[in-house]
């Protein structure tokens, strides 16, 4: 329901070719899976930690597809070489970006579901945030 509402959102940005894309196209890509994060398997403290990184108009860093379990404690570190402002979709984080420089954004991953993040300056649209329950 939620995927629906995002989608269509997303169709109405003018992004329906990425928001309808298969989950099995992204694992194709290697985008999906297993992410790269501190992880205690039945222990309380879980993190995930990401970095994203744009030049020249372009996402550079890794991946576009960051996986992560509800409750997970998130950080994303921004750095981009124009100035610049970030949003997350759905957790409605916004975050400034100087040039060069990286900005924290850190967050308890409460909402389940798949959630787009974006340049608003460059209106660029990076990446998806999965919360998996
Ligand atoms: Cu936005």
Same mark, same amino acid.
């Not at 994060?37 to 403290?45: F, Y």
């Not at 372009?58 to 949003?87: C, N, W």
């Given at each position: 329901m939620? *995927?629906?509402?995002a989608? @269509?959102?997303?169709?109405? @940005?003018?992004? @329906? #070719?990425?928001c /309808? !894309?298969?989950?099995?196209? #992204? ?14 398997e039945?222990? !309380?403290?879980? +993190? ?20 992560? $379990?509800?409750?997970?404690?998130? &950080?994303?570190?921004? =750095?981009?070489?124009? !100035?610049?402002?970030f949003? /997350? $979709?759905g ?10 420089? &990286?900005?924290?954004? &850190?967050?308890? @991953? *409460?909402? =389940?579901?798949?959630? &787009?993040? +974006?340049?608003?300056? !460059?209106?660029? +649209?990076?990446?998806? /945030? +999965?919360?998996?329950?």
């Amino acid at each position: 329901m939620a *995927t629906d509402i995002a989608r @269509a959102a997303c169709a109405l @940005a003018g992004f @329906a #070719w990425y928001c /309808l !894309a298969p989950g099995p196209a #992204w694992a194709a890509q290697g985008d999906a899976g297993t992410p790269p994060s501190v992880r205690t398997e039945g222990g !309380a403290e879980r +993190e995930a930690s990401f970095d994203i990184v744009v030049k020249g108009g372009r996402l550079v860093s890794g991946r576009r597809v960051l996986v992560v $379990h509800r409750d997970d404690d998130v &950080t994303l570190r921004i =750095t981009s070489d124009k !100035a610049d402002r970030f949003h /997350l $979709h759905g957790y409605n984080k916004l975050i400034d970006l100087a040039p060069g420089r &990286t900005a924290t954004l &850190t967050f308890k @991953a *409460t909402l =389940t579901g798949r959630f &787009t993040y +974006e340049l608003h300056g !460059a209106d660029l +649209e990076l990446g998806a /945030l +999965e919360v998996y329950p």
